[in-house]
């Protein structure tokens, strides 16, 4: 098992969402993140997308997070970031500070 992954994310909060500035719901929000995860299924760029939409400032660099340990991230992010294998891209996951759409780079 990896002690250290490394991923990018894209982050979609929602009004009242934790750290939250978007005036989107969070049924916007879940339908936006739903459309862009069957976008990269499609085969849209990850960091493209990220740039874009994402409300982490590592969207301006594509979502990247760079490398990270466990207990770094909040459970839901962790867990679902070590369960990708490389190059994978996870379910939409929810969290405190909204959706995110996760693929691990390494």
Request: hydrophobic share 40%; glycine share 12%.
């Amino acid at each position: 098992m990896a002690d250290q992954v490394a991923a990018s994310h894209i982050l979609l909060m929602y009004e009242g969402s934790m750290r939250s500035t978007a005036t989107r719901s969070k049924d916007d929000a879940l339908e936006l993140i739903n459309k862009l995860k069957a976008d990269i299924e499609g085969g849209a760029d990850f960091a493209a997308l990220a740039q874009e939409h994402s409300d982490c400032p590592s969207g301006q660099s594509g979502g990247e997070l760079g490398s990270f340990g466990r207990g770094q991230m909040v459970p839901e992010f962790e867990t679902a970031t070590f369960a990708l294998e490389v190059g994978g891209t996870s379910d939409v996951v929810e969290t405190a500070f909204g959706y995110h759409l996760i693929t691990r780079t390494a």
